[in-house]
DNA sequence: GTAGGGTTAACC
DNA sequence: GGTTAACCCTAC
C-alpha cells in the first residue's frame, strides 16, 4: 500500500482561489437569505426577470421613446434635462448629493437658505491695494454685482433691472460678433457678463438700442448706418432715448452692420395647409417625410419637421393620440407672479385645441398605438409633495432673471454631523413625513419592496435589503403598489441615451 | 428620418 | 413681461 504524497498548498494556490465576489459559474447563494442568484447573468436576463416573471423576453419590446402605459407600473419622477445648457458637474466626491440617500430619513431636511455664514464674515480683512478696501468686502461687492439679490420696490415687485453701459457694451459686441438673433449664444459667450439676464431680455434691449438693425435683419436687406452724430435716429425722442448711434457703435469697435444669423422667414400656416396636414397625418401616420412627398398634399415647402412641428402644435390631441409625445411646453416653468392660486397649463392635455370633427375619421382605428396620458398619477404624488415635483431649477444653467427663487441649495456642513447626532433615533414609520419645514424619506418604506425573510440585523433595526431573486419570485403580487426600479438603477431600459443612464452590469446592481 | 426639446420672433 | 408657435439642433 502506497502512500501519496500530502500536497501543502503553496500560496499560489491560495491566489488561484476564486474571488468570492467575482461572477462565478457556480451559483452563489444570497450571503443572508440563502436565495439563489443568478450566474453571469446578463443585461438580457435581467431584462427578462422584470418584463416577465415566466422569465420571457416580449419580442415586442416598446419602441424607442414609446413608453407603453400598461397603467400597472408607475414612472418615477424624471428630472428634466435641458439641452445645449451646460450642466453642473459635481464632483465624484459630491455626486449622488442630489439623490436620496439610503437613510435618507437620517438626514436634516435640505434647507434653500443662505448659510449664516455669510453674514458672520471675520471684520478684519488684507486690504486691496487696488482699491483700498478690504478684499473680502471688495469680493463680496463683485459677489453682489454677479448674482444680486433681487431688490423689492415699494409695492413688493422686483425692482426693474436697468441696463447698464457696460452690458449694452457687451451687447453690442456680441451681436457684431455672433449676429443679430444668436442671443443664447451671446448671452453665454464668457467673454461678455450679463446681470441676470435671459436671451429674450438681450433681444428686447438690442431692439430698444438699435430698431433699425434689428428691423433691418428681419427684412434681410441692407440700411445705411444711422446718423453718427448724435443718438436716437428717426422718431426718437432725443435725450430720453436708449439708441445707440453709429458713433457710439464705432466707440465699441462696430463698424460693420450687424450680421444677421441665418434662420429662414416664418410662414404661417394657412387652412389649406392645416387640413392637407390633417389628411396626410390619417394617411401616413407619423412619417413625416411621407406627408412631404404626398404630391397630392401640396406640402412639399415645408420640411418634415415643420410638419412634425405643425401638427404636434396645432393638433396635439391628435399628436397624442398617435402615442407621440406632446411638445413639453410650459415644464418647467416657474409660477407667475402673484398668480399662484392659478392653476398652471403644465400637460398640454387639458386645454388641447380640438381638431375639426370633419378633419380626421377618428372612428377608423388608430395609425399607431394608443396612449392614455393622465394627468397627474396619484402614487407619484404621495411620494413626493407637489413642491418637491420640480428639480429643473437645480440644474438650470441658463437663469433667466425669473427664477429668483430658484437659490442654489446649500447644504450646511453640520449635515455630516447630523446623522452621528441622532445616530439612535428612530426611522419614521411611514414612508414620509411632511412637515412646513421638513421632509423625510425612508427610501426602503417608499419602495414598497416585498418585505425580506433574513433575521435583521441585532441592534440595528434595520432590515437589509431582499436580494434580486427574492424580489422577482413573487409572481403574483400587486404590481400596481410596486414600482418599477429606478432609472438611476437600470439606467435607461428604453435605451434613451438622453436619459443619461447606462445598463448596469448585473455583478453591479448585486453590489 | 424621427422624436424630443431648445430657441426665437411676433404679438399682446 | 408673458404667451404662442414657427424654427432649429441633435441624439438615436
Known amino acids: 500500500m502506497t502512500s501519496e504524497p500530502v500536497y501543502k498548498p503553496i500560496s499560489l494556490d491560495v491566489i488561484s482561489r476564486p474571488n468570492p465576489v467575482e461572477p462565478q459559474s457556480i451559483p452563489q447563494r444570497h450571503p443572508l437569505n440563502g436565495t439563489l442568484q443568478l450566474s453571469q447573468a446578463s443585461n438580457k436576463d435581467l431584462l427578462r426577470l422584470l418584463y416577465d416573471a415566466n422569465g420571457t423576453l416580449p419580442e415586442n419590446r416598446p419602441a424607442k421613446r414609446s413608453k407603453l402605459d400598461d397603467g400597472k407600473s408607475m414612472d418615477l419622477p424624471k428630472l428634466p434635462v435641458r439641452q445645449n445648457t451646460k450642466r453642473l458637474r459635481i464632483p465624484p466626491t459630491l455626486s449622488g448629493l442630489h439623490q436620496p440617500p439610503p437613510n435618507a430619513g437620517l438626514l436634516p431636511s435640505i434647507s434653500t437658505e443662505q448659510p449664516e455664514a455669510r453674514q458672520t464674515l471675520p471684520l478684519q480683512s488684507p486690504k486691496d491695494p487696488a482699491t483700498d478696501k478690504p478684499i473680502l ?16 420696490s415699494k409695492t413688493g415687485k422686483p425692482k426693474r433691472n436697468k441696463w447698464s453701459d457696460e452690458e449694452t457694451a457687451c451687447l453690442l459686441k456680441g451681436v457684431a460678433r455672433f449676429g443679430v438673433g444668436n442671443w443664447t449664444k451671446i448671452l453665454n459667450c464668457p467673454d461678455y457678463h450679463f446681470l441676470k439676464r435671459s436671451a429674450l431680455d ?3 434691449r438690442f431692439r430698444v438700442c438699435c430698431p433699425n438693425d434689428y428691423q433691418r435683419s428681419k427684412k434681410q436687406r441692407p440700411a445705411p448706418r444711422p446718423n453718427p ?8 425722442r432725443p435725450g430720453r432715448s436708449d439708441r445707440k448711434s453709429g458713433a457710439e457703435l464705432q466707440d465699441l469697435g462696430i463698424n460693420q452692420p450687424f450680421a444677421k444669423v441665418q434662420r429662414r422667414n416664418r410662414h404661417e400656416y394657412s387652412a ?7 389628411t396626410g397625418f390619417e394617411r401616413h401616420g407619423s412619417q413625416w417625410a411621407a406627408i412631404r412627398a404626398d404630391e397630392e398634399l401640396e406640402l412639399g415647402h415645408r420640411t418634415a419637421t415643420d410638419l412634425r412641428d405643425r401638427m404636434r402644435t396645432k393638433y396635439p390631441d391628435l399628436y397624442a393620440k398617435a402615442g407621440l409625445a406632446p411638445r413639453p411646453g410650459v415644464f418647467p416653468k416657474p409660477a407667475k407672479r402673484g398668480k399662484k392660486d392659478e392653476q398652471p397649463k403644465t400637460d398640454g392635455h387639458a386645454e388641447v385645441q380640438r381638431a375639426p370633427e370633419h378633419a380626421l375619421a377618428l372612428d377608423k382605428p388608430p395609425l399607431l398605438p394608443t396612449k392614455t396620458i393622465e394627468p397627474i398619477k396619484q402614487p407619484q404624488s404621495s411620494l413626493l409633495p407637489d413642491d418637491d415635483l420640480f428639480f429643473g431649477a437645480l440644474f438650470d444653467g441658463n437663469d433667466d432673471g425669473d427664477d429668483d427663487d430658484a437659490e442654489g441649495i446649500t447644504l450646511d456642513r453640520g449635515i455630516l454631523d447630523w446623522p452621528l447626532d441622532n445616530l439612535h433615533s428612530k426611522p419614521p414609520p411611514v414612508a414620509y413625513e411632511m412637515s412646513k419645514t421638513t421632509m423625510t424619506i ?42 418599477e426600479l429606478p432609472s438611476l438603477m437600470l439606467g435607461s431600459l428604453e435605451s434613451d441615451g438622453r436619459s443619461g443612464g447606462h445598463f448596469l452590469g448585473f455583478d453591479e446592481l448585486l453590489s
Open 202 to 204: 438681450l433681444k428686447d
Open 229 to 236: 452724430t448724435g443718438p436716437g435716429t428717426s422718431g426718437s
Open 137 to 152: 468686502e471688495a469680493a463680496m461687492e463683485v459677489t453682489a454685482c454677479a448674482d444680486p439679490e433681487p431688490a423689492l
Open 272 to 278: 389649406a395647409e392645416d387640413a392637407a396636414l390633417l
Open 442 to 483: 425612508d427610501p426602503i418604506a417608499t419602495l414598497n419592496l416585498p418585505r425580506p425573510t433574513v433575521p435583521q440585523h441585532a441592534n440595528s433595526g434595520y432590515s437589509a435589503l431582499p436580494s434580486l431573486a427574492a424580489i422577482t419570485a413573487f409572481n403574483d403580487f400587486d404590481m400596481a403598489g410596486q414600482l
